[in-house]
């Protein structure tokens, strides 16, 4: 049997199995397939074992897979694709990024939510957006400071072409996964803290392929998981 469609299944299941603990619907959790470097092949592939959802972090790279992707599905016919982008996005990029993803994860300043509300309205298309939190000191990581968040959601709220859904972080790498707890908590207090001065907003996209499952139990809705599924061999007890 192939083993894409063994991670796939082992990866549902541990889905499944943390919304069980954490007592929630495992219905809630929305996984992201990260598909960066993975050939277009590949994604046929987990799309036939049920995969919708596709994670790419570089625009470039997503342009020429998207189409390559979309040519060969004439003949699969796959129906609800999407595609998110999940990795920093520079300025002269969001024109196209517009045009090929559904939901933009890593929304990390208001002068980028400014441009990509621009180029929104030229589409004619309300884009959905996370907001990229900071939640790491490594400078690696990218995103808006927690002080800066309420004000941040206010200005982008005026922004009439985006539509901002919830928060997304990356938290640093973490040996033991129950390290990173402390994060994936502070961005589920950070949501709740929003929603209480009126932001509408439910989407917590947090955890990765060696953490995911901590994140769902502090709340994650989305997760964006790559390696798990693409290049290892899923773990057999779980
Ligand atoms: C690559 C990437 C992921 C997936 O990481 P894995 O460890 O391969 O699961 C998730 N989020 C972002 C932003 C990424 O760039």
């Known amino acids: 049997m192939s083993t894409l469609f063994e991670n796939i299944k082992a990866i549902n299941r541990r889905i499944c199995k943390s919304a069980m603990i954490a ?3 495992p219905s809630e959790v929305k996984l992201v397939a990260v598909s960066k470097t993975v050939p277009v092949q590949r994604l046929i592939e987990s799309a ?3 995969i919708r959802t596709f994670g790419e972090s570089r625009v470039q790279e997503a342009l020429s897979k998207i189409a390559e992707f979309e040519s060969l599905n004439t003949e699969h016919g796959f129906s609800n694709i999407s595609w998110h982008m999940i990795g920093t996005l520079q300025k002269n990029k969001v024109k196209t990024a517009v045009a090929l993803f559904d939901l933009i994860h890593s929304v990390d300043s208001v002068a980028l939510a ?4 621009k180029h929104a309205l030229k589409a004619g298309k309300v884009q959905r957006i996370l907001l990229q939190v900071k939640l790491s000191p490594e400078d690696t990581k990218h995103g808006i400071a927690k002080q800066e968040l309420l004000e941040t959601l206010a200005k982008i709220s005026e922004m009439k072409n985006l539509k901002c859904e919830g928060l997304m972080t990356l ?3 973490c040996e033991n996964p129950e390290d990173c707890r402390g994060y994936f ?3 589920k207090d950070l949501l ?3 929603k209480e001065h009126g932001f509408d907003l439910k989407e917590l996209s947090m955890g990765m392929s060696h953490d995911f499952e901590v994140a769902i139990e502090e709340g994650a809705t989305i997760v964006r998981i790559g390696t798990a599924l693409f290049n290892a061999r ?3 007890t779980a």
């Open 23 to 25: 007592e929630r619907d």
């Open 48 to 50: 036939n074992y049920g």
């Open 114 to 117: 400014y441009e990509i509300d």
């Open 171 to 173: 938290a640093p790498y």
């Open 185 to 187: 908590r502070e961005l």
């Open 192 to 194: 709740k803290k929003a």
């Open 234 to 236: 899923g773990d057999p």
